[in-house]
């Protein structure tokens, strides 16, 4: 909530703050250390807030651990982590943080260059939990180093993920689970394609296959009915797609996103997972919703997913501190 608070540019939550900070003095033992599941997306927006000694105390904390052997993905895994580690060490200028990204980034094409499971349906698919989290990460650290094996691996990560693709009637592209497809950002194709726009932005001669699939997952954000409004499985995140790419069908899926709008307190507010209750959270909730429509509605924004910026914006080059 505090993070899409931020990207929408709204008044400081300065409650919810405190709340952050009180409990991050220290975690509790056992706290995960990712980023959309743990202490790497704490760090994160506490360091866009301004809480920049909280936050490098915490990724300090993260560091202490077995960090190596997360998964590699973008929820809990290595993928977040570098993600987190790399945008600190531009923001700090510290050489240890640069340096843990590195290698963050060492596993994670030792770990491609690694044959996959041989039926792609035995694999999760997508941004969260998919490969296509760890081409974001090597995609990000292509454009600090410019080293093109951090591109070719970011392109193999992206292959993977487009396997466990199917194309369904009218053209629409989504994530086939073996008994339903699904086209959504956090498990399904959107937020594949989010990333392989950001790929093609840099592929010289990426390949027919890639424009057929970006084209195919642009299609599936355009369907008219969507079980839930959230960001991650929902109706948001399908904005928030529309929106980055600039496709002329975004306003539909704007005005389909009021289906699910209720009053809360006199407020606007969304339901969460499965419809069951309303949720402010970001992944299932209103905070997400709010993130989505901060991007479509605002023209000038820079709202925008962690570490997902609109597209055409420059490459980031060394430290900023």
Same mark, same amino acid.
């Given at each position: ?203 010289? $001669?990426? $390949? ?38 600039g496709d002329t069908r975004l306003a539909g899926q704007i005005a389909g996103l009021g289906w699910f709008a209720m009053d809360y307190q006199g407020q606007l507010a969304f339901p969460g997972h499965q419809m069951m209750r309303l949720s402010m959270d970001l992944g299932t909730g ?36």
């Open positions: 909530m505090l993070y899409a608070l931020d990207a929408i540019g709204a008044e400081r939550y300065e409650e919810g703050e405190r709340w952050l900070l009180a409990r991050t003095a220290p975690p509790p033992r056992g706290t995960p250390l990712g980023l959309y599941d743990g202490l790497a997306g704490v760090a994160h927006v506490l360091d866009r807030l301004g809480h920049r000694q909280r936050a490098l105390d915490l990724t300090d904390s993260i560091l202490a651990e077995r960090w190596q052997n997360l998964s590699s993905d973008l929820h809990g895994g290595l993928a977040g982590l570098g993600l987190v580690l790399g945008e600190l060490a531009r923001t700090t200028g510290e050489a240890e943080l640069r340096d843990r990204a590195a290698e963050t980034a060492d596993i994670l094409v030792r770990r491609l260059a690694e044959p996959p499971p041989d039926t792609p349906r035995r694999r999760r698919a997508g941004l969260l939990r998919g490969a296509s989290g760890a081409a974001l990460f090597l995609l990000r650290q292509y454009e600090r180093t410019g080293e093109q094996r951090l591109l070719a691996a970011a392109e193999v990560a992206l292959r993977r993920d487009l396997e466990c693709c199917a194309t369904r009637e009218g053209g629409a592209m989504e994530v086939d689970e073996g008994w339903r497809t699904l086209p959504y950002l956090g498990d399904g194709s959107a937020g594949i394609g989010m990333v392989l726009d950001d790929y093609l932005a840099h592929a010289d $001669g990426p $390949g027919e296959e890639f424009v057929h699939a970006r084209d195919g997952i642009l299609t599936a954000a355009t369907c008219r009915f969507y079980v839930q409004p959230g960001l991650f499985q929902g109706r948001a995140g399908l904005i928030l797609h529309l929106a980055r790419t209103t905070a997400g919703c709010l993130l989505a429509l901060g991007a479509a509605l605002d023209s000038g924004t820079h709202t925008h997913l962690p570490f997902l910026p609109p597209l055409g914006r420059p490459p980031q080059h060394g430290p900023a501190n």
